[in-house]
């Protein structure tokens, strides 16, 4: 096994995908193995991209799955705690247009990693990556403040990815956020996301910017099918994704962010203008393939070559 070069902070559950039929008492469910920020890890191998994945795992059956996931996508499981709290499941809908709603059911296994539980990490690990509820939900959060303030000396990401349906208050996330920017070189962030934390008139581009103001030197903005842009203290480009038949996006913010890290590490000089341009496309290119597929499948590296 290659040495870990990127880490991902965050939580791994199932999601269980319900879709109706003739008889509302027996909808038709289909489970997954899901979480946000596992999904990066696991993006991030099939991309040819060594990750290992730092998070509290369940030892009832559905953990043990997760660890043999894990293990067979080449995900190093060498930064994983256990426990004997249940394994969070996230309950998913989707609508006429494949777009997600969630409603999670979360025991403790995500929100229970202590600083204690933190390993020492090697110099290999070039890349830190922190997202979606681990950041608000209990001891876990502080533990991944901490890990953050530690490590400041790598390259570190985000993407908040917020779950309302685990804290209701986008004040939360907004102080959670705001004290994880200090360590922060690149945000991403959806549109909804700054829906979320601001309001549905909020004026998304002036919010993006205002993580620049706070440390970070990119912060990619992503609009679904609208594309995305990333902005830096001196550019902003945007990108358009390419056209395709649109299955669900489950797991394309994902996808565009596992992407994205493997991108970062290429260049000395990520403001760079070609390369943030270059980067944008890519990620978008990446996130589309996923949106072709039901579920969060994300691509390998081979995928890269098709045509959409």
């Known amino acids: ?65 997760l ?85 400041k000396h790598r390259l570190i990401t985000l993407d908040p990815n917020i779950r309302p349906t685990i804290e209701s208050d986008p004040a939360v996330w907004i102080k959670r956020i705001d004290a994880l920017m200090p360590y922060v070189d690149v945000v991403k962030i959806s549109d909804e996301d700054l829906r979320i934390l601001h309001g549905d008139d909020c004026d998304l581009e002036h919010h993006a910017r205002s993580f620049l103001n706070q440390g970070a030197k990119l912060v990619f903005l992503t609009r679904g099918g609208d594309g995305g842009q990333v902005f830096s203290a001196a550019h902003d480009f945007q990108g358009k994704p390419p056209k395709i038949t649109v299955a669900d996006t489950v797991g394309a913010g994902d996808t565009f962010m596992a992407m994205l890290l493997c991108e970062l590490v290429k260049t000395d000089d990520i403001t760079d203008a070609d390369f943030m ?9 990446a996130a589309a393939i996923t949106c072709t597929r039901v579920g969060a499948d994300l691509p390998y590296l081979a995928d890269l070559d098709i045509s959409l």
């Open 1 to 65: 096994m290659k040495p870990v070069e990127f880490l991902i902070f965050g939580e791994a559950l199932f999601d269980l995908f319900v879709t109706p039929t003739d008889n509302p008492a027996v909808p038709n469910v289909v489970a997954r193995a899901g979480g946000s920020p596992m999904n990066v890890a696991i993006g991030l191998s099939r991309l040819n991209c060594a990750s290992a994945f730092l998070s509290q795992i369940s030892n009832d059956n559905l953990g043990t799955g």
């Open 277 to 285: 341009a270059a980067t944008l496309e890519k990620c978008l290119y």
């Open 67 to 151: 660890m043999e996931l894990l293990a067979n996508e080449g995900v190093n499981l060498n930064y994983l705690a256990r426990t004997d709290c249940v394994t969070t499941l996230s309950v998913i809908a989707t609508d006429a247009t494949g777009q997600p709603s969630y409603s999670f059911y979360t025991q403790g296994a995500d929100g229970t990693l202590s600083v204690d539980d933190l390993p020492d990490l090697p110099d290999s690990i070039r890349a830190l990556h922190f997202g979606s509820y681990a950041l608000v939900l209990g001891e876990t959060a502080d533990t991944a403040h901490a890990l953050a303030q530690r490590e």
